[in-house]
């Protein structure tokens, strides 16, 4: 268990996230709300003392309904599915056939399936072509062109104003924000799995989105697949300015 700062307007986690923590509000409010369309749709408003995100204590396989964003500056305490385990071992016998009862009709409700996406094939893409697109790349690198053949292909980053590090080994050096570096040494790569073409996060601080699917720690699952024509893919915060499109040709 433990507790956490979110500022206003901050998202805690995306719909279509796999679920790792459940949350309780301590102080401040936060907006539960789902995508259709491209416009937003409020579903409901937390206040302190209750819970949200309640489905990664029951189903961690279960993509994210439902998207949760703090409305006002909002402290969390948060609690993993084996710490909620373990509490519930040690609830009194009598009561349990009850909560599972209830826990059944919550698993019941609209919860979102993996969707299953087929990777573009090794054998039929001719090449690869990475670009900027922010502005703030746009400085930063021309288009570049991948063949197949030599991946994986390795993107990361050092603080502004500094140097670059050869022990890195990357092939594409981002100058990032600093304090914390939000596009980390070692980000993401590009890299070809059972003859399919994906981008693994390698353990990035503030992970990376790939065609609106975040991956990295704290995701449950560090690799997200590259599909035919242009993907897009966000280096550290969904929200950030470190964008950049991987387009398979």
């Known amino acids: 268990m433990g507790q956490k700062q979110v500022e206003s307007n901050c998202i805690i986690y995306n719909e279509g996230d796999v679920p790792d923590l459940a949350y309780v509000i301590v102080s401040g409010r ?3 709300f789902e995508t259709v ?3 937003e749709n409020q579903i409901r408003i937390v206040e302190p003392g209750l819970c949200f995100g309640e489905y990664a204590l029951f189903d961690s396989q279960k993509l994210r309904p439902f998207s949760a964003r703090a409305i006002e500056n909002t402290v969390l305490n948060s609690m993993n599915n084996d710490e909620f385990n373990t509490l519930l071992s040690q609830c009194p016998d009598a009561i349990k056939p009850y909560l599972a009862v209830a826990f059944e009709k919550m698993t019941l409700a609209k919860v979102k399936e993996k969707a299953t996406v087929n990777p573009v094939l090794e054998m039929d893409v001719k090449g690869l072509t990475i670009e900027a697109d922010s502005d703030i790349l746009k400085s930063q690198f021309q288009p570049i062109h991948v063949p197949p053949e030599l991946l994986p292909f ?3 980053g050092y603080p502004e104003g500094g140097e670059k590090s050869r022990r890195d080994q990357l092939h594409l050096c981002i100058a990032s ?3 914390p570096l ?5 980000h993401c790569e590009i890299v070809i799995e059972n003859k399919g073409i994906y981008i693994t996060d390698l353990g990035s601080r503030f992970c990376t989105t790939v065609n609106g699917r975040t991956i990295g720690r704290g995701r449950g699952l560090y690799n997200a697949p590259l599909q035919k024509g242009v993907n897009n893919i966000v280096l550290g915060a969904v929200d950030g300015p470190y964008k950049i499109k991987v387009t398979c040709e």
């Open 182 to 186: 939000l596009v980390s040494r070692q």
């Open 30 to 32: 936060v907006e539960i």
């Open 154 to 156: 390795r993107i990361g």
């Open 37 to 39: 369309d491209g416009k």
């Open 177 to 179: 924000h600093s304090n």
